[in-house]
């Protein structure tokens, strides 16, 4: 007996004695303990990473080593490129527009508003603007013509040609005087319209269906606008005139929420009850050989017209189609109607490239829409370059209106901001300019995005002669010389199709679809998923707080250091004795 426990001591001395060998041999007997390095190693041995446990493993070699850190590293950047343009495209560009399960029926949307203007500007009989031209160019009949035939000259070159206006002029206008003399010289609406008919139903005057607008391009007449107690913001208005006649009808219909549940079918903005030319719009407009001006306007005599939302002001100088005379013209409308799903509600404005209806304040209308915005951005732009604006802009009672010497900086003023490079444009011309610091804040304010409601109406249009004068002698009606005189364009407007495809945007992604996404890329490259990170965050907590509070003990005596199984202690080595 005692010699085994003998031979067990001496056994246990040689043992003790090997590993002190082998300790020495290998380099580790007086070696400080790197306890960040053997961290790192514990870490990489224990996690479920893929290919780091081959990194920290004592069995590979240096070559192994290198093999499994470079590819780790190249999946590392590989996934961080592909999750980071992941997470662009869902904080950037979160909306995706796309058409809607379900069609929207006609009586939904409203008709859309119809504004008419005659290229003539005056009727010669009341103020001949031709023989005016060329009085008021002669140097010597200038000096013979009345201060009010100069004035109403200059007046009406403010809707004419923008080179007809006399450099020399005013440049600023009485705005109230203005309008009125551009009102006493336009046709009225029984000279304008010879006869109206809305859903294939004659009305006794066409001033039942159409009103009269102040507009950029003068005084026209439109059908189906809103109310201006609901589209502009009156208290912000000036009050020398009015842009709309007074329309005795109550408004049932918003841009945001449709109709009113409670709305009847006949009620205001008109219903599109159906489809085709019964359910439309039909006019007759006329004019006289004698009433045309070619100065004014140039070569193309007739009519403009515009269809356009019921919620916004017209701009009939940029926008509009042609109605040549003697022709029929039929318009074919097709809605193109874009709401906003709920999800989009949280974003900002620039990234969901829209605004909801509180959300962008104008000064001049109650209802925004883009077109609306980019009206009210050029009245102040134009302000602050010119010190005056247009008369058939909406403005405030404290802005001056401009006249026939200020339209070339009106017209350059609107060059300027339809200028994609405005900035650079008001740094590189403006630069001695006093009013080029408050232009630059006029245009950093515009940012006229889309309405998260919008709607708009596409035009299909076909057109063919009107042969009247045949039509007239077919049925033997006299023609006489007053007739003989006129000339006539017929207009149909009607909805192409009974449903409305409408449009919606909505999130491209949402947060589960970006999670999936990216847990999915990580997954694929790394092995990575919640627990990983858990583990992460495990070593870099909790683990070292423990690891520190064992040592503490142990260093105290609290804890026996055989049985403190600190991630410091390097694993035993086990030696084979095979003669043992």
Not at 97 to 108: D, G, V, Y
Not at 319 to 334: D, G, N, T
Not at 373 to 386: D, G, K, Q, V, W
Request: glycine share 4%; proline share 4%; aromatic share 12%.
């Amino acid at each position: 007996m005692h010699q085994y426990r003998h031979y067990e001591r001496s056994g246990s001395v040689e043992i003790q004695s090997s590993v002190s060998e082998c300790r020495e041999s290998i380099g580790l007997k007086n070696r400080p303990r790197n306890g960040f390095k053997e961290y790192l190693i514990d870490y990489t041995l224990n996690t479920n990473l893929h290919g780091l446990k081959y990194i920290g493993g004592k069995e590979q070699t240096y070559v192994e080593k290198f093999f499994w850190f470079f590819m780790f590293t190249c999946c590392v950047i590989l996934s961080a490129g592909i999750v980071s343009k992941a997470w662009t495209k869902w904080y950037d560009t979160p909306a995706i527009i796309h058409f809607q399960e379900n069609s929207t029926p006609l009586w939904k949307i409203p008709f859309p508003a119809v504004t008419v203007c005659y290229e003539t500007k005056s009727l010669p009989t009341r103020f001949n603007y031709t023989k005016y031209y060329h009085l008021y160019k002669n140097n010597i009949t200038y000096m013979e013509m009345t201060e009010h035939e100069r004035n109403m000259f200059e007046d009406l070159s403010l809707i004419c040609h923008e080179r007809l206006a006399p450099a020399n002029g005013r440049k600023f206008s009485n705005s109230k005087a203005t309008v009125e003399n551009l009102k006493q010289v336009v046709p009225n609406i029984n000279e304008f319209f010879l006869g109206c008919k809305w859903k294939d139903v004659p009305r006794h005057t066409c001033s039942e269906t159409f009103s009269s607008i102040l507009t950029d391009d003068g005084f026209c007449y439109t059908f189906n606008i809103m109310v201006a107690e609901e589209l502009f913001r009156m208290e912000n208005l000036h009050k020398e005139y009015r842009y709309l006649e007074n329309i005795n009808t109550s408004q049932k219909w918003s841009l945001q929420g449709g109709y009113r549940p409670t709305a009847p079918l006949e009620t205001y903005p008109h219903r599109g009850l159906g489809y085709g030319m019964k359910a439309g719009l039909t006019f007759i407009l006329r004019s006289k050989d004698k009433d045309l001006d070619y100065i004014c306007k140039g070569p193309v005599q007739g009519f403009k017209i515009l269809l356009h939302n019921p919620a916004e002001l017209p701009r009939m100088s940029q926008l509009y189609l042609r109605l040549p005379l003697s022709h029929e013209v039929i318009l074919a409308v097709k809605p193109k109607m874009t709401s906003t799903s709920d999800g989009l509600k949280p974003y900002h404005p620039s990234i969901r490239q829209c605004y909801l209806p509180r959300e962008r304040y104008l000064r001049y209308f109650k209802v925004y829409t883009q077109a609306n915005c980019e009206i009210e951005c050029l009245t102040n732009f134009t302000y602050a370059r010119c010190g005056c604006v247009h008369f058939g802009m909406p403005h405030g009672p404290c802005m001056s209106v401009c006249n026939a010497g200020s339209v070339a900086c009106m017209k350059k003023a609107q060059i300027d901001l339809l200028t994609v490079n405005i900035q650079v444009q008001l740094e590189k011309e403006l630069v001695e300019e006093e009013t080029v610091e408050e232009a630059r804040k006029v245009v950093s304010r515009c940012k006229c995005l889309p309405a998260c409601t919008s709607l708009e109406y596409e035009v299909e249009t076909s057109q063919a002669e009107y042969n009247w004068r045949d039509l007239f002698t077919a049925y033997n009606i006299p023609n006489d010389d007053e007739m003989l005189d006129q000339k006539f364009t017929r207009v149909v407007i009607f909805f192409k199709e009974a449903l409305v495809t409408t449009s919606l945007r909505s999130k491209l992604y949402d947060l589960t679809d970006l999670l999936a996404t990216c847990g999915g890329l990580l997954g694929l490259f790394l092995g990575f998923s919640v627990l990983s990170l858990a583990e992460i965050l495990y070593f870099l907590t909790l683990r070292i707080c423990c690891t520190i509070w064992r040592k503490k003990k142990i260093k105290n005596g609290k804890l026996d250091k055989n049985n403190a199984h600190y991630i410091s202690s390097p694993k035993p080595v086990v030696l084979k004795d095979n003669n043992y």
